[in-house]
């Protein structure tokens, strides 16, 4: 699962409690740009996502963990 914000692998799925959408961005990508630009508008939908109203969505996480095991198990296989 790769981040929208910077193409690279998500570390905590995120969303805010503002957006409709069931899609997440990286909660640590979209905390550092909006620490050099604050912004705090979402990168999906464009609704305005402050700190706050940010949740982790555990589910997505979840899905994510057991992604990168399967990856390494199936690489130590190889």
Known sequence: MCVQLGK???KM?????TCDH????DAVTYLRMNEK??????????RHAE??????DGF????SRIFQLN???FQSLE
């Open 37 to 46: 630009k604050p912004t705090w508008f979402c990168p999906v939908c464009d």
């Open 71 to 73: 990856m390494f198990l």
């Open 8 to 10: 690279v692998r998500m």
């Open 22 to 25: 069931i899609q997440c961005f």
């Open 60 to 63: 997505v996480a979840t899905l």
């Open 13 to 17: 799925p995120c969303r805010s409690v």
């Open 51 to 56: 700190y706050s109203k940010l949740i982790i």
